[in-house]
T-cell receptor
Framework: DQQVKQNSPSLSVQEGRISILNCDYT??????FLWYKKYPAEGPTFLIS?????DKNEDGRFTVFLNKSAKHLSLHIVPSQPGDSAVYFC????????????FGSGTQLTVLP | DAGVIQSPRHEVTEMGQEVTLRCKPISGHNSLFWYRQTMMRGLELLIYFNNNVPIDDSGMPEDRFSAKMPNASFSTLKIQPSEPRDSAVYFCASSQWTGMGLGYTFGSGTRLTVV
């Protein structure tokens, strides 16, 4: 049973426009929600996170929104740039002593010049 | 710091052979994770260690998979015997608590091809 779902395997956006990546989770017992970015032939790298007690966190062009009632997480990138083309994974961090990240299946974002 | 170091970067082996993947975590990180990336399932957690002790290995697909962490600076993931369906990219990550969630650092991965 997947705890984290990214239902869109791919997304194409024109340069300068907004990219919106979505993620749904099934369990309410998570402390943090994170986004990782992965380029080909590299490991995923941390992008941005949000605590479960907040509903928005912004870092430059990247904003993460958390809707706890809908169990929904989204990442907005504005304006999108060609260098943003990568696979984006959302992840949830379980609470308690055995902290670990559970990742979604990823969304390939392509920003067209 | 050189980050999380994985070796080899690429491995091509024949079905039935033993494969050993290696990982050197970041010094000072007390947790280490092995993930497998496939097109169908994305990033799957295989096993993780906390202070060199295996905490959760429920993601290890079969008894053919085993992992060890003999000390804080080294871990191995072994597949014996290997099968074509084991072909994937295997990532190692280490982490420490940042106060804003776990700070994971991933290695560059080992691309395994079993023919």
């Amino acid at each position: 049973d997947q705890q984290v779902k990214q239902n869109s395997p791919s997304l194409s956006v024109q340069e300068g426009r907004i990219s919106i990546l979505n993620c749904d989770y099934t369990n309410s017992m998570f402390d943090y929600f994170l986004w990782y970015k992965k380029y080909p032939a590299e490991g995923p790298t941390f992008l941005i996170s949000i605590s479960s007690i907040k509903d928005k966190n912004e870092d430059g062009r990247f904003t993460v929104f958390l809707n706890k009632s809908a169990k929904h997480l989204s990442l907005h990138i504005v304006p999108s740039q060609p260098g943003d083309s990568a696979v984006y994974f959302c992840a949830v961090e379980s609470s308690g002593s055995a902290r670990q990240l559970t990742f979604g299946s990823g969304t390939q974002l392509t920003v067209l010049p | 710091d050189a980050g999380v170091i994985q070796s080899p970067r690429h491995e091509v082996t024949e079905m039935g052979q033993e494969v050993t993947l290696r990982c050197k975590p970041i010094s000072g990180h007390n947790s280490l994770f092995w993930y497998r990336q496939t097109m169908m399932r994305g990033l799957e957690l295989l096993i993780y260690f906390n202070n060199n002790v295996p905490i959760d290995d429920s993601g290890m697909p079969e008894d053919r998979f085993s992992a060890k962490m003999p000390n804080a600076s080294f871990s191995t993931l072994k597949i014996q015997p290997s099968e074509p369906r084991d072909s994937a990219v295997y990532f190692c990550a280490s982490s420490q608590w940042t106060g804003m969630g776990l700070g994971y650092t991933f290695g560059s991965g080992t691309r395994l091809t079993v023919v």
